[in-house]
């Protein structure tokens, strides 16, 4: 069984920061690209930003120059520091890794169980 758990989300006003981080746990071989989602109300689920096992990272436009992800391989957690935060951030977040299980030939899509983040005007 793998998991990934989120933690970090809140309440916090415009312009502020929020830092959201998430392990993976479980039966893992090696864990390939990780990523943050986020999913506003009546919204579909898009990307905020990604990260492969390398360190190379890609971010949605909406999040250049205040987000940025990050990841301990040694410790299975990627994070995601949010700044300048604005009410158009307001969405449940979740994590996404790419992970191959123990005795798997290949990797699959684990999710997080989100974390909402809201931020007030």
């Known amino acids: 069984q793998v998991q990934l758990v989120e933690s970090g989300g809140g309440l916090v006003q415009a312009g502020g920061s929020l830092s959201l981080s998430c392990a993976a746990s479980g039966s893992i071989f090696r864990i390939n690209a990780m990523a943050w989602y986020r999913q506003a109300a009546g919204k579909q689920r898009e990307l905020v930003a990604r990260i492969t096992n390398g360190g190379r990272t890609n971010y949605a436009d909406s999040a250049k120059g205040r987000f940025t992800i990050s990841r301990d391989n040694a410790k299975k957690m990627v994070f995601l520091q949010m700044n300048s935060l604005k009410p158009e951030d307001t969405a449940v977040y979740y994590c996404?890794?790419?992970?191959?299980?123990?005795?798997?030939?290949?990797?699959?899509?684990?999710w997080g169980q989100g974390t909402q983040v809201t931020v007030s005007s």
């Open positions: 996404n890794a790419a992970i191959q299980r123990v005795g798997s030939p290949s990797d699959n899509d684990y």
